[in-house]
């Protein structure tokens, strides 16, 4: 009888009923959590920003193209009675220039013109220009290289791993949002089954007190006990019920927080399934806290994210002190000339290299005191120093936090043994109590009390194996090994159902 009543305690702790609600595993909360979370879209928009920063960056090397076509009429008085006085100009150019990826550019410009003189009447045609209109016809090829500023195209390729970079971290603060979320689900899961447990247990203890104030009437009707004996059982009965009604609402509101978590009707049915854990809790041996910290700063999407925050940070100081050196630039250059009466024919002469241009030298420019430079420089050096400032105050944090998680683990260990050997204990003393009473040695009062003892202590073992639970899980956040047995489970879960 008793082994049947327990085998029937732990189905109602642990099988919840399919009529009144919905049993769900931890995975199948975190899975909804992240599928339903308003947070994890706004999340994501962070990669979309690093990668529009790319496509601008990108554009740095884009082809620039100019053009310009322009007419203009001038009269202006000469001291010579021979020279012009009237000068109409016609004027296309253009131009076309390529970044290239070493920081060195290349430029390709048309110059086309058609020059028209005037003259006052009184000046003879023979003292006049006898090439008029005149067309001018000039096109160039100019290649510039940094030899110092923009040597290697820092502004280029460092702003790009930057940004690279940016989209790496913005990628682990999304796994840092979900961390955070299972995190909360967690929490919330294993409270829950924690409250259901404990509202399991008042109702077991108004049951209790019902049946005693029951039995206190009898024995007041026969007058073996006084008035004051059944006021007793009354406040009992009044105080136990007062329990569950604080364990009914706190079983309720854990039940709307973790179906807010999930966006569903805060008063869907819902069951925690405590045989569909993550982690086992067989295990009692715990690793290092060195290597525990080595594992969480391999795999924890905080580490990986300043990881690819520093990187950047890095990358822009890089950019920043280039920036700031003198700019010297080699400049060669070689072009065409024309000159011709006809149009056609100077357009066509501009594309030989009869009459030719060509040039080299250096332009050297900087700019006094840089303090531009040097605040960039100093702004981009803040920025690494505090991405190296916040590794080492999340280490200690992480480092901190797995400390606690493997205290209370050990803890919930060492509690759980200590709760399984009292209800091993009161079972020998209901056992007891049980043969005494059919002796005619005990009464019903001290069975009642006696099994009110001994559920209880069940009950308490069923709870701390929750705790125990919760904390294995807190140490895999911890850790940063959840996320991956989650993923590694949906994985399993989807091959399992095609």
Do not use: C
């Amino acid at each position: 009888m008793l082994r049947i009543r327990n085998i029937f305690l732990i189905y109602i702790v642990f099988m919840p009923a399919v009529a009144l609600s919905q049993p769900i595993s931890l995975a199948e909360v975190i899975l909804e959590t992240f599928a339903n979370s308003p947070g994890l879209p706004i999340s994501q928009l962070g990669k979309d920003f690093a990668k529009a920063d790319q496509m601008r960056i990108e554009g740095m090397l884009d082809p620039n193209v100019s053009a310009r076509i322009g007419y203009s009429d001038e009269k202006v008085p000469t001291t010579s009675p021979f020279a012009a006085n009237k000068t109409q100009f016609g004027q296309l150019t253009g131009a076309i220039t390529k970044p290239l990826q070493d920081g060195s550019s290349l430029t390709g410009s048309l110059n086309y013109n058609r020059t028209r003189l005037g003259y006052p009447s009184s000046v003879p045609s023979t003292f006049q220009s006898t090439v008029n209109p005149i067309y001018q016809n000039q096109i160039d090829l100019t290649y510039r290289y940094p030899l110092l500023r923009g040597h290697g195209n820092p502004a280029y390729h460092e702003q790009m791993s930057a940004s690279k970079q940016d989209e790496k971290a913005a990628n682990w603060r999304v796994e840092m949002l979900k961390e955070q979320l299972a995190e909360q689900a967690t929490q919330l899961y294993f409270q829950l089954a924690a409250d259901d447990l404990s509202l399991t247990l008042a109702k077991d203890a108004v049951q209790r007190a019902e049946k005693l104030l029951r039995y206190q009437k009898m024995r007041e009707q026969f007058g073996l006990i006084e008035r004051a004996d059944r006021l007793q059982a009354e406040a009992l009965l009044a105080t136990r019920r007062m329990e569950q009604s604080l364990a009914e609402s706190r079983s309720r509101q854990g039940r709307t927080n973790l179906n807010r978590l999930m966006l569903r009707n805060p008063g869907a049915p819902l069951e925690p399934d405590l045989n569909m854990g993550l982690f086992s809790t067989d295990t009692t041996d715990v690793e290092p806290l060195d290597r525990l910290l080595a594992d969480a700063e391999k795999v924890r999407p905080e580490f990986r994210a300043l990881e690819a925050t520093l990187a950047a940070s890095s990358d822009r100081l890089t950019a920043a002190r280039d920036q700031h050196e003198t700019q010297i630039d080699l400049v060669g250059q070689v072009g065409s000339r024309a000159l011709d009466s006809a149009a056609g024919r100077a357009l066509g002469q501009g594309f030989t290299l009869n009459d030719r241009f060509a040039s080299l030298s250096i332009e050297l420019s900087d700019t006094i005191t840089g303090n531009t430079t040097r605040a960039s420089i100093k702004q981009a050096e803040l920025s690494r120093q505090q991405a190296m400032l916040e590794q080492l105050q999340l280490r200690e944090s992480v480092k901190s936090r797995l400390a606690n998680a493997v205290t209370t683990l050990n803890s919930s260990h060492t509690i759980v043994a200590a709760a399984n050997r009292r209800a091993k204990a009161e079972t020998n003393k209901f056992n007891a109590e049980m043969t005494r009473y059919r002796n005619g040695r005990s009464d019903t009062a001290t069975i009642i009390q006696f099994e009110g003892e001994l559920r209880n202590a069940e009950l308490q073992a069923a709870i701390q194996q929750v705790s125990l639970r919760l904390a294995t899980h807190q140490l895999a956040l911890a850790r940063g090994t959840l996320l991956p047995a989650l993923y590694s489970s949906e994985i399993k879960q989807g091959s399992a159902n095609p």
